[in-house]
């Protein structure tokens, strides 16, 4: 009887063990309750235990243990949802039930069709899918495995060329490396050698012998790579310009109260700011968090209809205008749009998340948020699906539309491009900001409403990324954390206190050359895409010319 070819009670509870272990792994692998930074190290057997289960159930059963799988591991990774809303997390963990549930019997095909080699293929098509699934209307960056590796910088530096799918790709090898191993113990039994520990021991001397040139290669790939990242990691940047920005962190979400709360708000953004540009480091930009100040500036600047609303935009206005420095700020930019809001019982107003750069109280330009979060910020299937829409618009969500430019703003010299929120957790899109001419990157966010600090190490975590991938400093301005500036190796520079009252201004560099990520952006994993495939056609190509010799 092989090895995890047990009783069925016996195999059962074996998978249920496997399944328990991968969902733990993975969750502590990112920052998390327990550990700020999460555990990095667990990253690179957090897989084990799912590729295990994998080889080891049904391709009926791979089904049902992926949607566990994916509910389970989302569902504990991303608890913080619930604080959103009870539905929030239940969405997301059904969201990924459903995508383990079709790539778990993938998973379990490439096992069966491979069978020498078939821990390449999942490996490959584990990179494929942590790509797919950051693509469209549901694109979620969250638990890529590479962000968990997100503060060893020596590691790190490889994002420069390959994204954070560089760093996946080293990470998620040794898991499906070691799952084939123990897959080699099917059909062997203690009774055959000196036990388990001895079966054990010879599966892994025949598949390090038989895969000695693979193993070699990922060997001398990881130390090529830590090589690299030291030299990299340790260049500095003398010589280069520097601009100096104070960021400012309210520790309120902007949206709670009404129009008592916003003015309090202000109130408390304006101290800061004051407190800023007193300091000993003057400030070249003072930003404010993602819709820091609610009120829509240009809509109650131009319409008027709401008097409180206006005389605070008023106040804001008389504020920026005594300053002799630009202010880059969060608003929720409403304006009166019938081609896109036809309706005239809302006054054909059409709001858009926005980023404002005020100069002496002129608004000077704006961004435009452009990568909207699914159902909380934007839902474009109205028409098909109105009850939906209707549920949202009820629900705590504020319904946005998305720009359509690529703002590169340029204040008084500094070029910079501002990724709000959630828009940073997605290369592509700091990416082309890169390519257009930023030479800083500005992240505005608001993750006050998780009142978790791991929901904000999280994306921390993925922010760092964006600034080792495209070599470019990167500032972040939040509403309650993490509020920081990190330089373009990816190493942070400072960082204020979470949930509680802080301004924050660094010095960081300028850079303006191009890595070979921003040149070329996300080809490893649309390699892993191809290589999947043609692997497939390949195999499945084989099969049927054996069948047609029978």
Request: charged share 20%; hydrophobic share 45%.
């Amino acid at each position: 009887m092989a090895l995890f070819q047990k009783s069925p009670v016996r195999a059962f509870l074996t998978q249920l063990g496997f399944l328990i272990a991968g969902i733990l792994l993975f969750a502590a692998s990112f920052p998390n309750p327990f550990f700020t930074n999460g555990l990095p190290l667990l990253a690179w057997v957090a897989y084990i235990p799912v590729f295990c289960l994998v080889n080891a159930c049904s391709g009926k059963s791979s089904v049902l243990w992926g949607a566990l799988y994916g509910y389970g591991a989302y569902g504990l990774f991303n608890y913080w949802l619930g604080s959103f809303h009870p539905l929030a997390g239940i969405i997301a963990g059904s969201v990924y039930a459903l995508y383990f549930a079709v790539f778990f019997p993938v998973l379990k095909a490439a096992s069966l069709l491979f069978r020498r080699r078939g821990y390449l293929v999942q490996w490959t098509l584990w990179i494929a899918y942590e790509y797919l699934r950051t693509l469209g209307f549901l694109g979620y960056s969250y638990g890529i495995t590479g962000y968990s590796q997100w503060h060893l910088w020596p590691l790190t530096q490889i994002a420069s060329i390959f994204g954070v799918w560089g760093v996946s790709a080293l990470v998620v090898f040794p898991s499906a490396a070691c799952a084939w191993v123990l897959r080699g113990l099917d059909g062997q039994t203690p009774e055959q050698g000196r036990g388990v520990r001895q079966a054990l021991k010879n599966s892994a001397v025949r598949f390090v012998l038989r895969e000695r040139y693979i193993l070699g290669a990922w060997v001398f790939a990881l130390a090529l790579t830590l090589a690299f990242g030291l030299i990299q990691g340790n260049s500095g940047y003398a010589g280069r310009r520097h601009a100096s920005v104070a960021m400012v962190q309210q520790n309120d979400d902007p949206w709670k109260g009404g129009l008592t709360a916003y003015r309090k708000n202000f109130e408390i953004l304006k101290r800061l700011s004051l407190e800023a540009l007193s300091g000993e480091i003057k400030p070249d930009l003072v930003v404010w968090s993602e819709t820091a100040f609610v009120p829509r500036i240009y809509w109650h600047e131009t319409y008027r209809d709401d008097q409180g609303s206006y005389l605070l935009v008023r106040d804001l206005l008389d504020f920026l205008e005594s300053q002799d420095v630009p202010f880059v700020i969060g608003n929720d930019d409403g304006r009166k749009e019938p081609a896109r809001n036809p309706d005239s019982s809302r006054d054909y107003r059409v709001d858009y998340n926005a980023v404002i750069l005020f100069d002496r109280g002129r608004q000077v330009e704006e961004y435009r948020k452009l990568h909207l979060v699914p159902f909380t910020e934007h839902f474009p299937y109205k028409k098909q699906f109105p009850g939906i829409y209707a549920a949202l618009e009820k629900a705590d969500t504020h319904l946005w539309e998305p720009g359509d430019a690529l703002t590169v703003f340029d204040s008084r010299g500094i070029k910079f491009s501002t990724p709000i929120c959630f828009e940073d957790t997605f290369g592509y899109l700091s990416r082309k900001f890169v390519l257009s001419g930023a030479e800083l990157i500005v992240n505005l966010s608001n993750d006050a409403w998780s009142k978790s600090l791991s929901a904000q190490m999280q994306h921390l975590s993925m922010a760092v990324f964006r600034a080792v991938e495209n070599r470019r400093s990167l500032v972040r301005s939040t509403a309650s954390g993490q509020t920081c500036a990190i330089d373009p190796y990816g190493k942070i520079l400072a960082m204020a206190p979470a949930f509680t009252e802080a301004q924050l201004t660094v010095p960081v560099p300028l850079m303006d050359e191009k890595t070979p990520y921003t040149r070329w952006g996300d080809y490893l994993p649309r390699l892993a895409i191809g290589f999947s495939l043609l692997s497939f056609a390949w195999v499945l190509i084989r099969i049927a010319i054996n069948r047609k010799k029978v």
